[in-house]
């Protein structure tokens, strides 16, 4: 069913695309713009110069697109974005970007955004990206593709989370995730590889190998650890998982790397 609810208040200017749908309650503001086939389904507030991709799905109380809470933000033109096939369940909170940072908040294609969970100001969430439950997303956070973050999880302003990457239930991450690794604990430690996540998208079992033995060199091995990631980039970086890792680990970050803790506890060997 497409079409605008009698109660919902639509602003004159704004764009709502062929076969959307705006359900009971809804209020959409006079800069935003709303793909085909999407669906309001009641009481959604979607406010700001913000986008939402073709055929998302947003549930009753979220509320997209509204100013960030940072006090810095004096009311500038930012923007946010929410891609194509998204599901926004209830009571989640995607607040636009500022100026101060990349002036975009944006949320990739086919996400899953559970209900209460929050996406701060800045934030960029790639593709299939997870977030269960209750998840806390601080400013400026990055989120690769694919990663899964466990629901009452909390992440740090300006951490970045690796691709494929698997955050634990209640987890306090106040650094950068390597991708395809997982973290557990408060404060979180990297505690082995997401192999579970590598199976499930196709990956060899010899490319899933190379990561761990990559893995188990980093962050197991003995040494300095500058010269374990060389090391560990001269014996392995003709692997494309690896060295997307390495990559990563060299990559700027404001929060530094999160690491393994404690003796190997072998999780890291899971490969059928």
């Given at each position: 069913m497409s079409g605008i609810h009698p109660t919902a208040l639509v602003?004159?200017?704004?764009?709502?695309?062929?076969g959307a749908s705006i359900g009971p309650w809804c209020q959409v503001g006079p800069h935003v713009t709303i793909g085909e086939n999407a669906r309001l389904i009641s009481h959604v507030v979607v406010?700001?110069?913000?986008?939402?991709?073709?055929?998302?799905?947003?549930?009753?109380?979220?509320?997209?697109?509204m100013a960030p809470q940072d006090l810095k933000y004096k009311g500038e033109d930012t923007r946010c974005e929410v891609g194509?096939?998204?599901?926004?369940?209830?009571?989640?909170?995607?607040?636009?970007?500022?100026?101060?940072?990349?002036?975009i908040t944006r949320?990739?294609?086919?996400?899953l955004l559970m209900a209460g969970s929050h996406v701060?100001?800045?934030?960029?969430?790639?593709?299939?990206?997870?977030?269960?439950?209750?998840?806390?997303?601080?400013?400026?956070?990055?989120?690769?593709a694919n990663a899964v973050i466990g629901g009452g999880a909390a992440i740090q302003q300006f951490a970045?989370?690796?691709?494929?990457?698997?955050?634990?239930?209640?987890?306090?991450?106040?650094?950068?995730?390597?991708?395809?690794?997982?973290?557990?604990?408060?404060?979180?430690?990297?505690?082995?590889?997401?192999?579970?996540?590598l199976r499930r998208r196709g990956y060899e079992r010899s490319q899933i190998h190379a990561v761990r033995a990559a893995f188990r060199l980093i962050?197991?091995?003995?040494?300095?650890f500058a010269d374990r990631v060389d090391t560990a980039r001269a014996q392995l970086g003709h692997e494309a998982l690896v060295t997307e890792m390495l990559d990563f680990i060299a990559?700027?970050?404001?929060?530094?790397?999160?690491?393994?803790m404690g003796p190997d506890d072998g999780h890291d060997d899971d490969v059928a």
């Open positions: 602003a004159p200017t704004a764009i709502i695309g062929k406010d700001g110069n913000t986008s939402i991709g073709a055929g998302a799905v947003l549930y009753p109380f979220c509320t997209i697109g194509a096939r998204a599901q926004i369940r209830e009571h989640v909170t995607i607040h636009r970007g500022t100026i101060t940072g990349t002036g949320v990739g294609d086919d996400c701060a100001h800045d934030c960029s969430l790639g593709q299939g990206v997870v977030m269960a439950n209750n998840v806390l997303l601080g400013g400026h956070v990055t989120i690769g970045r989370v690796g691709r494929a990457a698997m955050i634990g239930g209640m987890a306090g991450v106040d650094g950068d995730v390597i991708p395809f690794g997982t973290v557990i604990g408060n404060r979180a430690h990297l505690a082995s590889l997401n192999v579970v996540g962050f197991r091995g003995e040494g300095v990559g700027d970050s404001k929060r530094g790397l999160i690491h393994a």
